[in-house]
């Protein structure tokens, strides 16, 4: 059975910090392009952030470069994101997922597994 579990999310206030983390199991984690996409209401889902199975290759949303870090522990089966200077914008649910697509910025139609995801606050 394939999961993706998210934590991390919580209250923050602009310019804070969080780290996401998200626990993978029931599949190959390490041949798989792993990303984070985030969901505010009324809003689309968006690609925040894509690392590539080796970890060597990164994309970021240009509303986030600079300021959050994609990266994976393969021998954990893990995944991270670290925020910094968190804007109240960045308010949304977060959700970690997990693609065969070796595209980093492939839309979240080409993604295989998705996780509940994790809510982050940002207050101004």
């Known amino acids: 059975q394939v999961t993706l579990v998210e934590s991390g999310g919580g209250l923050v206030q602009a310019g804070g910090s969080l780290r996401l983390s998200c626990a993978a199991s029931g599949f190959t984690f390490s041949t798989y392009l792993m990303a984070w996409f985030r969901q505010a209401p009324g809003k689309e889902r968006e690609l925040v952030a894509a690392?590539?199975?080796?970890?060597?290759?990164?994309y970021y949303a240009d509303s986030v470069k600079g300021r959050f870090t994609i990266s994976r522990d393969n021998a954990k089966n893990m995944v991270y994101l670290q925020m910094n200077s968190l804007k109240p914008d960045d308010t949304a649910v977060y959700h970690c997922?997990?693609?065969?697509?070796?595209?980093?910025?492939?839309?979240?139609?080409?993604?295989?597994?998705w996780g509940q995801g994790t809510q982050v606050t940002v207050s101004s």
């Open positions: 997922a997990a693609s065969t697509r070796m595209n980093l910025r492939s839309s979240s139609n080409d993604y295989n597994y």
């Open positions: 690392i590539g199975w080796s970890g060597r290759t990164t």
